[in-house]
């Protein structure tokens, strides 16, 4: 039984990010990243449509602005609320879940994808997806980066250009590089 690319990414295990399953995918969502990012503002709306039609889900009043880039659309779950500021950036290998009420500020950057730790698998294209989660009323300053598989629990703030590499617990503020807590509200 073959397996295919696309199904070892969505089980969280080693898959190779070349190939034309994926390539396709990855295209489809350029197409509608282009056309939400190329719409006038007034005709674009909180969302493109080929955009909105291509996310997981998109709660009641989520917006998007632009520019804006994600490598599937297929795994962004936005809940009501939500906004996204310009120049995010998502790499939605694996499901992002962005809770309701949550801000993120310009150009923060979401990865799910972690590349082979050994060059030749690198070469090969293998990466290996592991899932995002920021829980409902949080707030993720600009130019902060969150890496595969973290956590950011329910009314969180993580600081401008911070880069959190572990999850976040609920109500605590965390800064930094790496992203640590400097305090609870």
Known sequence: MTTSERMKMAAGEWYTCI???????????RDAVFEHNSLPPRQRGDIGPALRALLG???EGARIEALFHCAYGFN??????VFLNAGCTILDTAPVR?????????NVQIYCAEHHREAAGRLAGLEIAKPV????????????????GVRISEGAIVGAGAVVTRDVAANTTVVGNPARMIGKH
């Open 133 to 148: 989660t920021i829980g409902d009323n949080a707030w993720i300053g600009g130019s902060a980066v969150i890496l595969a």
């Open 76 to 81: 962004l779950f936005l809940g009501d609320g």
């Open 98 to 106: 962005i809770g309701k009420g949550t801000l993120l500020g310009p």
């Open 57 to 59: 889900a998109v709660g």
């Open 19 to 29: 190939g034309p399953e994926l390539e396709e995918l990855r295209a489809a969502a």
